[in-house]
């Protein structure tokens, strides 16, 4: 018994998720996800001050402020409801050549966190 225990610690040990968090800070972003029942898919900038979406047609800014490498806060600048006044936290929870995974809720709402896969699709200069 005492052998699968030392054997599961050293194979838990030695795994670990990359996260390499920088190379996401800037670039051009391709997130999908499905709404309700239907694969919906947005295109995004993100700069060092701001976040530009492309979502069905309409685009949105959002100010970018990184807390530190891995979570940022993103804030509408011209929000058009009381919702979309709040800013919502990203966490990169682990990074993959063109990748990252990440959860995000709306700041101080840590009940009703959502996770997503993000691509990489192009650099900025």
């Known amino acids: 018994m005492r052998q699968i225990i030392i054997l599961l610690f050293l194979f838990v040990s030695c795994y670990s998720l990359e996260r390499d968090c ?3 800070q800037n670039g ?3 997130f ?3 709404i309700d029942g239907e694969l919906k898919t947005s295109f ?3 700069n060092s001050l701001y976040e530009i979406e492309l979502f069905e047609g309409k685009i949105d ?3 970018i402020r990184w807390v530190n490498d891995c979570e940022c806060i993103l804030t509408k600048l011209n929000p058009k409801n009381n919702q ?3 800013p919502i936290q990203i966490r990169i929870l682990s990074t993959k050549d063109r990748t990252y995974t990440f959860e995000y809720s709306l700041v101080g709402d840590n009940k009703n966190k959502q996770r ?3 691509q990489k ?3 900025t200069q």
Do not use: H, L, V, Y
Request: glycine share 4%.
């Open 22 to 24: 920088k190379p996401f």
């Open 28 to 30: 051009k972003f391709k």
């Open 32 to 34: 999908t996800q499905i």
């Open 44 to 46: 995004f900038t993100r």
């Open 61 to 63: 800014t959002s100010t």
């Open 84 to 86: 979309e006044k709040r």
């Open 116 to 118: 997503g896969t993000i």
């Open 121 to 123: 699709i192009n650099e």
